[in-house]
């Protein structure tokens, strides 16, 4: 005999509404956690310009080719 077929109607509104908390609890964590953001790359490169980590000429450069401006001497095909 399947599982299911002993369930009467009290049952199977048990097990919806248990489903329906459930998703419920679910809903309720992922909304007081929310997932952060991607950081915008541009205020990364001025975060490691502004701590030492790059210089200025790769700070204008890796700038450029975020912003979609390659210099002519390293476009390639």
């Known amino acids: 005999m399947s599982w ?11 097990l ?4 329906a908390v459930l998703a419920l609890a679910v809903r309720a964590v992922l909304r007081l956690f929310p997932a952060s953001p991607a950081p915008d790359p ?16 790769t700070y204008r450069i890796l700038r450029n080719e975020l912003a ?6 390293r476009r390639t095909l």
Do not use: K, N, Y
Request: aromatic letters at 2%; charged letters at 15%; hydrophobic letters at 50%.
């Open 4 to 14: 299911c077929l002993g369930l009467g109607a009290g049952g199977w509104l048990m």
């Open 16 to 19: 919806a509404a248990s489903v």
């Open 42 to 57: 541009v205020a990364v490169l001025e975060t490691r310009l502004a701590s030492g980590e790059i210089d200025v000429d």
């Open 68 to 73: 979609g401006r390659v210099p002519a001497g």
